[in-house]
């Protein structure tokens, strides 16, 4: 019998289908890479249908001679273009790699086939050749797809490459059967690859694919269905045959007996098969309405965020033994931007949160869709591909199967994040229809903890705010105590002064007008009236001092000088008061600062009032130490310490502002040298002024006031060798 006509029909039929497939696709807008290499497998699958018509003896021999020979070239050239089609499909890294080898084969092949088209037959066995190339190819593309299946964490890649494994088998088989020798499973390639063309373009066209498990599954219920019928039937028919003569029963009774037998077998059985059937399907043995209803529940009283992430998804992994979740938090950016922030339940995820542009895609499709968003979208649907990079790698290292939006009054205030079901299945829609109702009922609860949450926050800030409020004015309020005090110690500063000064005046007038004043006394009582006035004098001069430190800065005069000098100058008039209280001074390191540019004057001033204190706070016995070092190329180091009474760490930044003094005012004296003698509290705003004015910085460090322990109090003084107007450049270690 002549095969050839079957295979020419064969042939135009498998032709037309693979001419519809190229140009369903060559009709497409915006090819996809996918859709473009699925145009040229097509196209080389046209021209392999031709070759295989044109093999037919109809033709011309030397027609038929050329298509026998390119025909292997062609397979060739399809098995490397449903390779690198296979490598761009499933996303793997070596495709180009897989190209360019493929392609520089089917090249070579096709040379060596031109080249040897005379020779008959060719000198080397090009079939052969071509054959054993094929298969290597074929080996490669079935087992990237098996190290595929095997790999893949997620449900819907998994079942990608199922698919694509479905598109392949007919498609090689096409290929092999060609590439027999015999010529009528030759043309049923042609078939075969035609049956593959079609799951071919399905794949390439939509990213999302028929969830192949269970497509399987209900083909495999169908099938067991009719085995079962035919199974029934069958006993019927044969159960007849074989008891009629046994029974004392006629063919036609004992049929309808057997028919109802197997008919009452017949819908148990059914019914517990598609039971069975149903449950491989669904994989979920539960009542959702109990389970939504317990958790709607549980759920009522929990304010806490963590442990309303905990109790969501140990429900859904008891449910769907999911062993990876969080719950995503959408908190307010203040900006269109939305943060989510995850609060892991289940397994490990990743705490980093992501910013999502109002422009993303990702976020337009939580926003605009109710409907659950599956990682693999995120990874293949086209218009969600557009999404910045940074997002959809967050995703995917959130390593998540599919994200439910959790909306409060329509607005989205979260996501739930949910990875791989136990059973390794897609989420059919029984149980996306389950989560979303879980997704809607925890809206409220989370609602609801975010507001306490926010609570707690803006109630721990409230409380933080408060006891920054209250050290404030704790602040104000020992400096406006300062200005008062200094109201009652300016008026005693001035008054003792000026009453000693006019009492010596009174004296000196009534003696000058009974003209009983010998020399002597009278220079005495000069004298008397010169001490109040120098005094008077001080105080004045260090009131307009800080208020002229207040307006504008002090006006400073730089010029070249010696920190040993400047200091020895600003010692000299308190050395006899220091024998006096019997403390002991200890200079040191002074000789070794290099000359400085400063304001002799006001440094000596700012050295005096220091050295002041230190006496004025130190008890009769003690010491006052004051060293010098360098610090950097820039800045060198005064200390001037004491072992004196030591100031509160409270009031050791105080003692600088203006009118501040520690301790009662009541318990002042104006003594300058006296024990705890104090003037109006300027002398530190004073010195820091001076320092300050001359670009450097002061601080004091002491372990507190105490008046039995003395301990002490050291003021640190750094300044540049260049004195300048700008901020302290020098940075105190630790201190910012
Ligand atoms: P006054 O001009 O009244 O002396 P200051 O501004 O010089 O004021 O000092 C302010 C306060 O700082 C003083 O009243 C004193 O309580 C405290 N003080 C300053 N120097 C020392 C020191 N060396 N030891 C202890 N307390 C000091």
Same mark, same amino acid.
């Given at each position: 019998m002549e095969i050839w006509p079957y295979m020419a029909g064969i042939g135009i039929i498998a032709g037309l289908g693979h001419l519809t497939l190229f140009v369903l696709i060559l009709f497409r807008r915006d090819k996809m890479m996918g859709e473009r290499l699925a145009l040229l497998y097509l196209g080389l699958g046209l021209l392999w249908g031709t070759a295989v018509i044109l093999i037919a003896p109809v033709f011309p021999p030397a027609v038929a001679e050329l298509a026998g020979r390119l025909a292997p070239v062609l397979v060739t050239a399809l098995v490397v273009t449903q390779l690198v089609l296979t490598c761009s499909f499933l996303e793997v890294s070596w495709l180009s790699t897989a190209a360019a080898a493929g392609g520089t084969w089917t090249v070579i092949l096709l040379l060596a086939t031109l080249y040897f088209l005379g020779a008959t037959p060719p000198p080397i066995p090009l079939q052969q050749v071509a054959q054993g190339g094929w298969a290597v190819i074929?080996?490669?593309? =079935?087992? &990237?797809?098996?190290?595929?299946? !095997?790999?893949?964490?997620?449900?819907?890649h998994r079942n990608r490459a199922l698919y694509w494994l479905l598109t392949t088998v007919p498609l090689i088989a096409g290929q092999a059967f060609s590439l027999l020798p015999g010529g009528l499973l030759r043309g049923t390639g042609t078939l075969f690859h035609l049956a593959g063309g079609i799951i071919l373009v399905r794949g390439v066209t939509s990213y999302w694919l028929p969830n192949i498990k269970a497509k399987l599954r209900s083909l495999l219920r169908l099938f067991l269905l009719f085995v079962i019928t035919a199974i029934l039937l069958l006993g019927v028919v044969l159960g007849a045959e074989r008891f009629s003569d046994q029974l004392p029963l006629s063919h036609t009774s004992l049929v309808v007996v057997l028919a109802v037998i197997a008919a009452l077998i017949y819908l148990p059985l059914y019914q517990w098969l598609q039971r069975l059937v149903n449950r491989l399907l669904a994989g979920m043995g539960f009542d959702p309405a109990q389970i939504l209803r317990e958790y709607s529940q549980t759920i009522g009283a929990i304010l806490n965020l963590d442990q309303l992430a905990r109790t969501v998804l140990h429900t859904v992994a008891e449910v769907l033994g999911v062993q990876q979740g969080a719950l995503l938090v959408a908190i307010d950016t203040g900006t269109e931007k939305l943060r989510l922030q995850p609060i892991s339940g289940l397994g490990r995820v990743s705490q980093v949160p992501v910013e999502l542009d109002p422009a993303s895609p990702i976020l337009a499709r939580i926003l605009?869709?109710?409907?659950?968003?599956?990682?693999?979208?995120?990874?293949?649907? #086209?218009?969600?591909?557009?999404?910045?990079?940074?997002?959809?790698?967050?995703?995917?290292?959130?390593?998540?199967?599919?994200?439910?939006?959790?909306?409060?009054? /329509?607005?989205?205030?979260?996501?739930?994040?949910?990875?791989?079901?136990? +059973? /390794?299945?897609?989420?059919?829609?029984?149980?996306?229809?389950?989560? @979303?109702?879980?997704?809607?009922?925890? /809206?409220? *609860?989370?609602? $609801?903890?975010?507001?306490?949450?926010?609570? &707690?926050?803006? $109630?721990?800030?409230? +409380?933080?705010? $408060? %006891?920054?409020?209250?050290?404030?004015?704790?602040?104000?309020?020992? &400096?406006?105590?300062? %200005?008062?005090?200094?109201?009652? =110690? *300016? @008026?005693?500063?001035?008054?003792?002064?000026?009453?000693?000064?006019?009492?010596?005046?009174? !004296? &000196? =007038?009534?003696?000058?007008?009974?003209?009983?004043? #010998?020399?002597?006394?009278?220079l005495s009582l000069a004298e008397s009236i010169a001490r109040p006035t120098r005094r008077l004098e001080h105080i004045i001069g260090a009131m307009i001092d800080a208020s002229e430190i207040d307006a504008e800065g002090l006006t400073l005069h730089f010029a070249p000088a010696t920190l040993e000098s400047t200091m020895r100058t600003a010692l000299k008039p308190w050395l006899s008061a220091l024998k006096e209280r019997s403390i002991t001074?200890? !200079?040191?390191?002074?000789?070794?600062? *290099?000359? =400085?540019?400063?304001? +002799?004057?006001r440094l000596c001033q700012a050295f005096s009032n220091l050295v002041s204190n230190g006496i004025k706070f130190t008890p009769d016995g003690g010491r006052i130490t004051i060293g010098a070092h360098p610090l950097d190329d820039e800045h060198f180091k005064v200390t001037i310490a004491d072992t004196g009474v030591g100031i509160s760490s409270i009031d050791q930044e105080l003692i600088f502002e203006k009118f501040y003094r520690v301790g009662s005012v009541n318990l002042h004296s104006s003594g300058q040298s006296k024990f705890k003698g104090a003037g109006p509290g300027l002398g530190l705003p004073i010195v820091r002024g001076v320092v300050e004015g001359h670009g450097g910085c002061i601080w004091v460090e002491s372990e507190g006031c105490d008046e039995a322990q003395c301990p002490g109090s050291t003021f640190h003084i750094v300044l540049p060798y260049e004195a300048h107007r700008d901020p302290c450049r020098w940075k105190r270690p630790g201190n910012g």
């Open positions: 074929a080996a490669i593309l =079935i087992g &990237l797809l098996a190290t595929t299946l !095997v790999r893949s964490r997620l449900a819907l605009e869709d109710d409907d659950p968003l599956f990682q693999y979208e995120v990874e293949q649907h #086209p218009g969600l591909q557009k999404a910045a990079p940074w997002e959809r790698d967050w995703l995917r290292d959130l390593e998540m199967e599919v994200y439910l939006p959790i909306r409060s009054q /329509g607005d989205l205030i979260g996501l739930l994040a949910l990875g791989p079901q136990g +059973t /390794g299945e897609p989420y059919d829609p029984r149980a996306t229809e389950f989560l @979303s109702t879980l997704a809607q009922q925890t /809206g409220v *609860a989370l609602q $609801n903890a975010r507001l306490f949450e926010s609570l &707690l926050d803006r $109630n721990a800030r409230i +409380t933080e705010l $408060n %006891k920054s409020l209250r050290a404030a004015y704790e602040r104000l309020e020992r &400096l406006d105590q300062g %200005k008062s005090d200094f109201l009652t =110690i *300016a @008026s005693h500063e001035l008054r003792t002064p000026l009453t000693q000064m006019r009492g010596y005046l009174e !004296v &000196l =007038i009534d003696m000058a007008q009974t003209e009983t004043l #010998p020399q002597e006394q009278t001074l200890t !200079v040191w390191g002074l000789e070794d600062i *290099a000359p =400085i540019h400063a304001d +002799t004057e």
